[in-house]
């Protein structure tokens, strides 16, 4: 790729992942760097995410050959609006990073320049400049919604082809219809019964206390970042009532075989959805994030956390969680460890099975 002017508006997690990955596979590219928190931009200018940030927000758009909006998708569309009044380059090309694409690629139709829409499908633990990571997008999905039938879709590709991504095109209603059912619905559905149970633990205080394990599992995506998810649900609002009027559908279904006692229904409810969950594939990057878990069976004793997370650090894997289950004095325990990625958890898989006489197991 020639020299060529980049401009990623807001850099947080996503926006300066993008920044390395571009950077690495085109180090010719000079990329200008903006965000709403200035302690953000002197980051990311001061450990090189971005060659620079420019002096005000028209001078760098005006100057640059693609835009990129990695900002929520209701700021995004400020932002569009902004690039309307303004005078770009004739050949500029705009595109986004959001979860929800309808509402955008509707506002982009009035735009008097190049947009196609995309959504980079990967997240972490972290959050912000400081956690930048070229490696975030290996193997997830890059989705390109273009609805305006813009031919420019290839420069993109080559753009982003340090993410290692694997790319996927959909019209914008076939992403927020996708993403609506496997990941926003469950959020949804998650938080609600977070707060359920929260409620429930007012009149049944010891029930905190046993919500622990397959609950905390369960409902692991309930912790996600409330602002970010407002926005999702709002810019999606259509397609996820759809959704939500059919689980409530479902719910109301289960109800009425548990009034009539129908052993047979319930039976085939549950034997339907162990089927169709045992042919998922195991830690594929999809609309959530994968949890790479590894249960390792240690004997409850002194020193094996220390022993287990040793050896894990002489191979240099980062840990981003690590927690007991289940253990009691003179019988085997598990410990479970959580990574970023399926590389270290294959990696750690086999460092402490070759290295102790441990069983470990993956999900």
Known sequence: MTQK????????????????CIKNA???TFILGWDALDSTKLIAKKTGIVDDIPEDFDTGVCDSDVIILSTPVSVSIHYLNQLSTLTLKETVLVTDTGSTKQEIMSTAKEMPFDFIGSHP??????????????????????????????????????????TRAKYVELTSSEHDEITAMLSHLPHIIA????????TFNQAHPRAKQLAAGGFRDITRIASSDPKM?????????????????????????????????????????????????????????????????????VPDKPGIIAE???????????????????????IIGVLQVSFKNDHDLLKAKECIETQTDYTCRTQ
């Open 191 to 198: 938080s609600g019964l977070v707060n359920q149970a929260d």
């Open 308 to 330: 287990v997370t040793g050896l894990l650090g002489e191979d240099r894997l980062s840990i981003i969680n690590l927690k007991i289950l289940e253990t009691r004095e003179d």
């Open 121 to 162: 499908m990967a997240g972490s633990h972290k959050s912000g400049v400081t956690a930048a990571d070229d490696n975030l997008f290996e193997n997830a999905y890059f989705i390109f919604t273009n609805d305006l039938a813009i031919p420019r879709v290839n420069e993109l590709k080559e753009l982003f082809i340090g």
């Open 26 to 28: 085109h180090p010719n």
């Open 229 to 297: 998810w407002t926005d999702i649900l709002m810019s999606n609002r259509a397609t996820l009532i759809e959704e939500l009027d059919e689980w409530q559908g479902q719910m109301t279904q289960v109800k009425t075989w548990l009034q009539q006692k129908n052993v047979q229904e319930i039976y085939r409810f549950f034997e339907r959805a162990k089927e169709t969950r045992d042919q998922l594939p195991i830690h594929q990057k999809g609309t959530i994030p994968a949890f790479y878990d590894l249960f390792v069976d």
């Open 5 to 20: 002017k980049i401009m990623i508006i807001g850099l947080g997690l996503i926006g300066a992942s993008l920044a390395k």
